[in-house]
């Protein structure tokens, strides 16, 4: 049944009451959801700042930024939304952390044979690691954003749930925050349908109600990967090699590695198939392919840990090693600071570099990063 947007705003409004008085940053993108979670904040009476991130200079790329987020003109519809609702705002310089965090380690995973997953790095290390130091700098206790992720506060601390849109739902780029940074993240918009963010949008008539949603990633609008890799020097991803089965058997050459990554179908050219990619060897710039019955995976090793809660005896575990996965039933083997988990039924494959993301239900535990695919 569709609610109203007085309906809508007076539920969330409820909800943030508690916090009235209170500062928060509010992570503004300039897209839409961003812009409705900074106006539904101020409608509860928190004390706002509104901050945008630039992270990038766009004036790199000799193409049309259209469709992508945190460029200049994503700065200037964050300032105009801060304008009409009525909040202070500042842009702040965040290159050289996302440099440092998020494309340096970008560029050498594909040089080296791994996919990597910048937005988790960016939220784990820019949006909610250098962002609150700067809540801290200016005495506020919350970072809000406008993921579409669900967080309750109980007796025995904070629970982060998917988004109530499963069709919007980023708890899986949230799986490696640990849980002193969750403590002091908000998600108003997390139990919103997409359709309901716009119609709040319309309804205080915000700059970008009518905005298009960027798609590809943010440093790279085009969404030309390949280019972008050349243009950074990962000289390493390009040297020419073998491609092979299982087996050994050649089946092909290769322009370099940092054309493929793990479980790719599409583009690969070779006759018999069809083929999975299923391995990715740097060293020796080779690109090992089998058939899709041969290419699901029974395990992945995960590093780089983080937990919001652990899970409980009796619980029943998922995961999703791909963000398009549906999370799947699973156990989990601690050796040291390695987690060795096992999925109950074999799965189409992942590849090292992307997320782990743990569940219990539609409450997201943590997460870590693949480091090993196992078959």
């Not at 945008?52 to 700065?75: A, I, K, P, T």
């Not at 949008?201 to 915000?206: G, M, Q, T």
Request: some cysteine; proline content about 4%.
């Amino acid at each position: 049944m569709s609610r109203s947007a007085e309906e809508i705003i007076s539920r969330i409004v409820a909800d943030l009451k508690p916090l009235q008085g209170v500062r928060v940053i509010a992570a503004m993108s300039g897209g839409v959801d961003s812009s409705v979670m900074a106006v539904l904040l101020k409608e509860a009476g928190l004390d706002v700042i509104g901050v945008f991130l630039n992270v990038w200079e766009y004036s790199r790329e000799d193409v049309n930024r259209h469709g992508s987020c945190c460029s200049l003109e994503d700065s200037y519809d964050a300032r105009r939304v801060a304008d009409a609702i009525g909040i202070p705002f500042y842009a702040m310089d965040m290159q050289e952390e996302f440099r440092r965090d998020v494309i340096d380690p970008f560029i050498n995973d594909y040089e080296t044979g791994r996919t990597p997953n910048p937005c988790e790095r960016c939220n784990r290390f820019v949006k909610f690691g250098a962002l609150l130091k700067v809540a801290d700098q200016l005495e506020a206790r919350y970072v809000a954003t406008g993921h579409y992720v669900q967080r309750t506060d109980a007796e025995d601390g904070i629970h982060i749930y998917k988004g109530n849109d499963a069709k919007k739902d980023q708890s899986y780029f949230l799986a490696t925050t640990n849980r002193a940074q969750s403590e002091r993240i908000l998600f108003p918009v997390g139990g919103l349908e997409k359709d309901d963010t716009r119609k709040l949008a319309r309804f205080f008539k915000l700059p970008t109600a009518e905005k298009h949603e960027s798609q590809d990633i943010c440093f790279i609008p085009a969404g030309d990967r390949i280019a972008f890799l050349k243009r950074e020097g990962a000289s390493a991803g390009f040297r020419p090699g073998n491609i092979v089965d299982l087996d050994g058997n050649y089946l092909g050459r290769h322009e370099g590695i940092a054309h493929y990554t793990l479980g790719q179908r599409k583009g690969l050219g070779l006759p018999n198939g069809p083929w999975h990619v299923v391995g990715l060897d740097g060293t020796i710039a080779e690109v090992v392919v089998a058939h899709p019955e041969d290419a699901l995976i029974s395990a992945v090793d995960i590093e780089e840990i983080s937990w919001i809660r652990q899970p409980e005896a009796g619980e029943t575990l998922t995961a999703k090693v791909r963000y398009q996965m549906r999370p799947a039933a699973c156990s989990l083997r601690v050796e040291g600071e390695c987690v060795h988990l096992i999925f109950d039924e074999r799965q189409k494959p992942t590849a090292p570099g992307q997320v782990a993301a743990f569940y219990v239900g539609d409450e997201l535990l943590g997460g870590g990063i693949v480091s090993k695919v196992c078959d």
